[in-house]
């Protein structure tokens, strides 16, 4: 069993920056693929980033060369720095951790909102 733990969100201004942080329970995270996800209001879960056990990354286009996430296997945590922050990235941000099929688990979620 693994548990994810999510920090960081808040309330920002358009073009301001967050970082999130997602701190795993485990000894075992350094081989579980990581990803961020959010959901917005009325809107479907979607991927934001994600990084491989390898230290692979892809993100998706509405927020490629804004946010960055990395790892930090030695803190069993895993980082979304999101810079030129928008309306539209506001969302519940979700953080995932994914080993082949079989395990697949879930933070509870943490809010970022971005308004003036």
């Known amino acids: 069993q693994v548990q994810l733990v999510e920090s960081g969100g808040g309330l920002v201004q358009p073009g301001g920056s967050l970082r999130l942080s997602c701190a795993a329970s485990g000894s075992i995270f350094v081989i579980y693929d990581m990803g961020w996800y959010r959901q917005a209001p009325g809107k479907q879960r979607e991927l934001v980033a994600a990084i491989t056990s390898g230290g692979s990354t892809n993100y998706a286009d509405s927020v490629k060369g804004r946010f960055s996430i990395s790892r930090d296997n030695a803190k069993n945590t895993v980082y979304l720095q999101m810079n030129s922050l928008k309306p539209e990235d506001t969302a519940v941000y979700y953080c995932?951790?994914?080993?082949?099929?079989?395990?697949?688990?879930w933070g509870q979620g943490t809010q970022v909102t971005v308004s003036s």
């Open positions: 995932n951790g994914r080993l082949g099929v079989k395990y697949n688990y």
